[in-house]
């Protein structure tokens, strides 16, 4: 019976320790950040090295702050649904700060609402929630890059790749025979990455003629898979490709290389977000270019964040932080890619 008794005790003591250390946790407790990630999807490069950079940035200001932290990355496996109930378990599990890659930018209600109601701080990143959501609460950030922005600048680096290289006009008809590699049907960036580039171009003076698409979903091997279809059908017609993002760029180049095409009848190739593939590619000419989305900036700007909103440092919250934060992008050629190449291997 005494034994019994004393394991009861036993057993509430832990109960008390372990309730004491999640209300710690969800409190604020400086000494320990637990940070829960919910990704659209895990396979998609470029958010895969956003995020090694954010947990690399957040362990280096814990660390100069004596500071533990944690992280925790879910993939939502492109499933909205998935990712509202991956954020509720990781706010059951006790995490202090959600950084949430919305699968559906325009579905954020349900994950807003949870976070709200145990007052825990969210942090978006790379796909911007609609204006009227980040309006619901003033604990909701935006971090990421301006779709429009890194349209014209592909828009840019193909008119003057076009204009300082005659040969991309293969059938000397004065106009440019171009097809797209789209990201998701539907989805603003890839919309507005497409509309800005070839608007871009045109206003630039390169007369253009589409000839047709293939999306992709920003997958490498997708986009090897339509521009085979799109090889098919146009056969040497294609002048060049403009893609939503270096993958799918890579997964056209893929394409033309099993098909053993000869270099004077592959297309030049544009892409954007600058991933550590698609920079050897355009230190190696096979692309001709790409825009580089600043991912070690974006994650130093969420790791900045989550500290601030954690250690209560809110003396230059103003100044550092708003609720939409937008990081530049740059125009990357084989000129200057070694430089970007050192920027993104020194983050690791």
């Known amino acids: ?12 003591g832990v109960a008390v320790l372990l309730l004491s250390a999640c209300a710690k946790t969800q409190t604020g407790d400086a000494s320990r950040i637990y940070v829960g990630i919910s990704c659209y999807d ?10 090694t ?21 879910r993939d939502a496996a492109d499933s909205q ?36 109601k145990k007052k825990i701080p969210v942090i978006f990143f790379n796909r ?12 909701l950030y935006y971090v990421g890059g301006n779709a429009k922005e890194s349209g014209v600048m592909q828009g ?24 797209v590699l789209e990201g998701e049907p539907g989805h603003q960036d890839a919309i507005i990455r497409t509309e800005e580039a070839v608007n871009t171009l045109k206003a630039s003076g390169i007369k253009l003629e589409k000839l047709g698409y293939g999306v992709a ?12 279809q799109l090889i ?8 060049l490709v403009l893609s939503n993002n270096d993958d799918m760029a890579l997964g056209g180049i893929d394409a033309y290389a099993k098909l053993n095409r000869t270099e004077s009848s592959i297309p030049v190739f544009f892409g954007i977000d600058g991933t550590d593939e698609g920079l050897v590619a355009v230190k190696q000419g096979l692309l001709a270019g790409t825009v580089y989305n600043d991912k070690e900036g974006q994650a130093k700007k969420m790791a900045d964040l989550v500290m601030m909103l954690e250690t209560n440092d809110n003396s230059e919250k103003d100044s550092r932080f708003t609720q939409q934060n937008y990081l530049p992008y740059a125009k990357i050629t084989k000129e200057n890619v070694a430089d970007y190449q050192s920027t993104s291997s020194s983050s690791r």
């Open 1 to 12: 019976m005494k034994q019994k008794k004393f394991w009861k005790l036993i057993f509430c």
């Open 42 to 51: 895990q396979t998609d490069v470029f958010i895969k090295e956003l995020v």
């Open 53 to 73: 950079s954010f947990e690399g940035e957040l362990k280096r200001n814990g660390d100069n702050k004596d500071i533990s932290t944690l992280v925790t990355t």
């Open 81 to 116: 649904r998935r990712q509202n109930t991956q954020v509720k378990e990781l706010i059951d599990a006790g995490c202090n700060v959600l950084l949430v890659n919305l699968v559906d930018r325009t579905d954020s209600s349900e994950i807003i609402e949870l976070a709200k």
């Open 232 to 239: 098919n059908q146009y056969q040497n017609k294609i002048e």
């Open 217 to 228: 979903n920003w997958n490498r091997s997708q986009a090897q898979n339509r521009m085979l």
């Open 128 to 139: 911007e929630p609609v204006t009227e959501d980040l309006k619901q609460w003033n604990k």
């Open 156 to 179: 840019e680096l193909a008119a003057d790749f076009i204009r300082g290289n005659n040969d991309v006009d293969r059938n000397r008809d004065g106009k440019i025979q171009y097809v």
